[in-house]
């Protein structure tokens, strides 16, 4: 994904970041599989298993699913560099943004709040980490909290597609308010016209709009799915 102007992270050169994040959510609706987007990210690692056959300690083998511990392990390794440039400059926005981005990508949700809150505390108009904020929020199961930040973001920057793209998700999958999510994702297409994931938007618009068509109460022999 884009940088600042695209968009992310204001000014800062980004590496070894993430472009998605896969969230597996039961809806009242059934089970989807929904894609929230980072704003702050451009390429696409995160903290990963070693592929060694033996494995270090704290480091899970080829093939194995790493544990909370393990990846919160692997992301203070990757944020060490980060974590002592901070030391003596605390308040750098990008660096807290970085730092909040490794913790991101490794599910360590409440620590990348943490640092993401310092980076907007410095630039408070920062719409693609206050983006990344609030869909943070949302993995930790606050949609509420979540939406408050993205309305904030657009505030800032009325055509940040990022936030659109999340708010719609996490309307629809946190909230099951699927009008609403139906008006954020055609406010996107129509404000952000060239948005790079607009083929993901339409899709997840129509199958949006296959629930819209179900009155409440109404029995099917299946839900529409995601």
């Not at 310092?118 to 949609?143: E, H, Q, W």
């Not at 629809?172 to 699927?178: A, F, I, R, T």
């Not at 404000?191 to 179900?214: C, F, G, S, W």
């Amino acid at each position: 994904m884009a940088q600042s102007k695209t968009p992310g992270v204001s000014n800062v050169s980004w590496t070894s970041m993430q472009a998605y994040v896969l969230a597996t959510i039961c809806l009242v609706v059934g089970i989807a599989v929904g894609y929230l987007l980072r704003g702050s990210a451009s390429s696409d690692s995160k903290p990963q298993p070693s592929v060694a056959a033996t494995a270090p300690a704290g480091v899970p083998a080829m093939g194995a699913q790493p544990t909370p511990e393990q990846l919160k392990h692997m992301a203070d390794k990757q944020a060490e560099p980060i974590v002592a440039q901070l030391k003596n400059s605390p308040d750098d926005p990008g660096l807290l943004a970085q730092a909040g981005n490794i913790y991101y990508d490794a599910q360590q949700y409440r620590t990348a709040i943490e640092y993401y809150d310092r980076a907007l505390r410095a630039v408070p108009k920062d719409a693609n980490v206050r983006t990344d904020m609030g869909t943070a929020y949302f993995y930790l199961g606050d949609s509420d909290r979540a939406i408050q930040e993205f309305e904030i973001a657009l505030k800032d920057d009325p055509k940040h597609g990022q936030t659109m793209f999340n708010m719609g998700m996490v309307q629809w999958q946190g909230k099951g308010d699927v009008s609403a999510a139906v008006a954020t994702w055609e406010k996107l297409l129509k404000t952000v016209p060239d948005y790079p994931e607009r083929a993901k938007v339409e899709e997840m618009l129509a199958k949006a709009k296959q629930h819209t068509a179900i009155k409440p109460g109404t029995k099917t022999a299946k839900p529409a799915s995601m």
